[in-house]
């Protein structure tokens, strides 16, 4: 069996630091190993690209709605809201309040 001191250990880091091709080849395994990338003073995306994905804790958060699935089954599915607009759009058509038919606004009279 090998047994590894701590004198060994500091003559090889020495070695490593001396030599460029081990330091280079260290370096190399390093990356390789831990997933590392290399140091090249440059920005490459690379923290933006390890960001975790916020689409499923969003669609996790913000659940779709249940109208979305009543229009489907129900014909004429309204919410409370859409009702309330329905009925206050009818009651304005009724007083002559209404918006106008289409390509029949105050625009189109200025010529």
């Known amino acids: 069996s090998i047994t590894v001191t701590m004198a060994s250990l500091t003559a ?10 081990l330091k280079r080849g260290a370096e190399y395994a390093r990356q390789e190993i831990f997933g590392h990338l290399p140091q090249l003073n440059i920005q490459s995306g690379h923290q933006k690209a390890k960001k975790s994905f916020t689409g499923p804790y969003l669609a996790r ?12 089954v129900h014909e004429g599915w309204e919410t409370a809201e859409e009702e309330y607009r329905r009925l206050k759009l009818n009651q304005r058509r009724r007083k002559g309040k209404g918006p106008p ?11």
């Open 12 to 21: 090889l880091r020495k070695l490593v630091q001396n030599s460029p091709t």
């Open 101 to 111: 038919k289409k390509g029949s606004g105050s625009r189109s009279k200025r010529k």
């Open 61 to 72: 958060y913000y659940p779709e709605s249940i109208n979305t699935y009543a229009r489907k």
